[in-house]
């Protein structure tokens, strides 16, 4: 599971808030004796349950270095799902008549402080907005050494759509629009955690003719706004994308990219002279939803970027079951799971340095894995085609992913659904699920009924404010138009203890490996990919393809499928 949304701007580092997580205990830890693991890890089990551990215990072990995309353990990662999609009667759908899709990353920073010159107004001797107090720049993936002389335009919250025009009453092409991240608490969560990143924002700004954007140090730290001193340490991470054929950065929105992000201090000298005080719009922002009189500011901005990349190789695994319909066989339900983790990081209090990925997302892929079988296991093929995609760089931002939704190894428009496992936290018997975004498409009708029939219910998402619906691999697809929902097991009953406890300790953490507190649950692991395969069963072997609801939110913005 991606920790943010942090697309290739600085500005979204805010973009969405992480996981709440405690801190390594300081006390010493109590190693459990290796004879009590070792019978914990190789207990017996039914033949369904051991085959599911088995993958984990592979793909979670400690010489898989946890499986960071971009590494030598990744990549034997990925031959070990093709050899398991092989197994499962699967065909490859990769690049070459291999089961593994080529994935070029690209490793993004911006390569030293770049410049902001404010010109006041005409004829006037430009003046420097100061680094690290009035700005920290972005690194801009598409073009190397870019520079950009445009008058700048205020608009808000930078959002067109649910009732809301930010950029009504002025034009912004051929301009730099800034905006305040985050979107109004009014809006339902799932709209609103895609409206909240930067990335939607400019979307929406290169769809106006903007030629960049600047994101505005808002009032309050929260969703969408990170307090631009905590930008100190950060400004200069290197960010992961996928490069273009002529070896460019993919950004969301060519040709408005991300400029930089400007602190209080700078926005001010941004306002000065305009019509509305800058100290009147920042005392506005206090207000949720507080709506905003664009307009273009005083002056011209000169903005000059420098940004460092380095290209790494990744992939993709895919494995197609075909359909059996003479007519409903051309189109692909895609299933799909992470395969990558974060790899090595800090010592945790025993020492560990290993961030195994047991739970995330090993088990996710273990679920995929079985669930192929299970189809080949019916003696039923299904009637439409099925891939099976086991996707890299997830925990860099949904990057194999978006690789994959741009660059499909089948036809783009045979894609008609895609159901994603991320994470499944299987550590209690789960007495309900969540398909997060099934209330946006007909797959939540089908997610409804084959929970009923392995006796659970379906809840909504009990933690809107993670904004897990644009961070996961599933939104990669949504963003194509393609009806899309998550998995997860449900929180009912001792799920929201299980969930907390998980979240809290093991999330992100060393201690997410095969043998963790409060222990994997193999019966209930498999009681989700059973879940799991009658989805997508019922998917594959229905009349209809599944279509966004009539005026859904997503399907309107991306231009899916519709109901009427």
């Known amino acids: 599971m991606f920790r943010s949304t942090a697309p290739l701007a600085l500005a979204a580092l805010a973009a969405f808030p992480a996981f709440a997580q405690t801190a390594p205990a300081q006390t010493a830890p109590v190693q459990m004796p290796a004879a009590e693991k070792n019978a914990i890890i190789n207990a017996e089990l039914p033949a369904d349950q051991a085959a599911m551990k088995a993958h984990v215990m592979f793909l979670a072990s400690d010489p898989m270095k946890g499986r960071e995309a971009g590494t030598n353990e990744f990549d034997i990662a990925a031959q070990y799902v093709s050899a398991q999609f092989y197994a499962a009667g699967l065909r490859p759908a990769g690049d070459e008549g291999s089961f593994l899709q080529k994935v070029p990353l690209l490793t993004i920073k911006p390569a030293g402080q770049g410049s902001i010159m404010l010109t006041a107004k005409k004829g006037a001797t430009p003046a420097a907005l100061v680094f690290g107090q009035d700005y920290y720049p972005s690194a801009n993936a598409s073009q190397l050494e870019y520079s950009v002389t445009a008058p700048v335009v205020f608009v808000g919250y930078g959002i067109v759509g649910l009732g809301r025009d930010d950029y009504k009453g002025v034009n912004v092409k051929g301009k730099i629009v800034a905006f305040f991240g985050g979107a109004p608490s009014a809006y339902p969560p799932e709209e609103r955690a895609h409206l909240s990143g930067a990335a939607a924002k400019a979307v929406i700004a290169m769809k106006k003719g903007a030629v960049g954007y600047i994101l505005l140090e808002g009032p309050q730290a929260g969703r969408g706004n990170l307090p631009f001193a905590a930008l100190a340490g950060s400004w200069d991470r290197p960010r992961v994308t996928w490069a273009n054929a002529d070896g460019t950065g993919h950004i969301a929105a060519p040709g408005t990219p991300g400029l930089g992000t400007v602190s209080k201090a700078g926005a001010a000298k941004l306002f000065d002279g305009a019509r509305t005080p800058w100290a009147t719009v920042l005392s506005q922002a206090q207000v949720d939803g507080a709506v905003f009189k664009a307009e273009q500011l005083p002056g011209t901005l000169s903005v000059t970027l420098k940004t460092a990349t380095a290209p790494m190789t990744s992939y993709n695994v895919a494995g197609l079951l ?65 891939l099976f995609l086991a996707v890299t760089a997830e925990e860099k931002g949904l990057i194999g992913a978006d690789y994959f939704a741009h660059n499909p190894t089948l036809p783009k428009t045979s894609l008609v659904a895609n159901v994603n496992l991320d994470m499944p936290i299987i550590n209690y018997k789960f007495e309900d699920i969540v398909p997060f975004g099934a209330a946006h498409s007909t797959i939540g009708e089908i997610a409804t009924r084959a929970a009923a029939e392995i006796g659970v219910t379906v809840s909504p998402d009990s933690r809107p404010d993670e904004a897990f619906f644009v961070r996961s691999d599933h939104y990669r697809f949504v963003q194509q138009g393609i009806p899309s929902i998550f998995l997860w097991p449900g929180e009912k009953g001792p799920g929201k203890a299980a969930v907390d406890a998980f979240l809290a300790n093991n999330y992100h953490k060393p201690s997410d490996e095969l043998v963790q507190t409060p222990a994997i649950d193999w019966e209930s692991g498999v009681r989700f990919v059973d879940v799991n395969y009658r989805i997508a069963r019922a998917i594959a072997d229905a009349d209809q393809k599944p279509v966004w609801n009539k005026g859904d939110f997503f399907g309107t913005t991306f231009g899916g499928a519709m109901a009427k």
């Not at 051309?330 to 340095?353: F, W, Y």
């Open 322 to 386: 075909k359909g059996s319909d003479a007519a409903l066989g051309a189109e692909v339900v895609v299933l799909s799971a992470h395969l990558d983790h974060i790899g090595i990081g800090r010592p945790d209090a025993k020492g560990d340095t290993i961030n195994n990925g047991a739970m995330d997302n090993a088990v996710g892929i273990a679920s995929l894995i079985e669930e192929a079988k299970r189809f080949k296991a019916s003696g039923k093929a299904p009637r439409r085609s099925i």
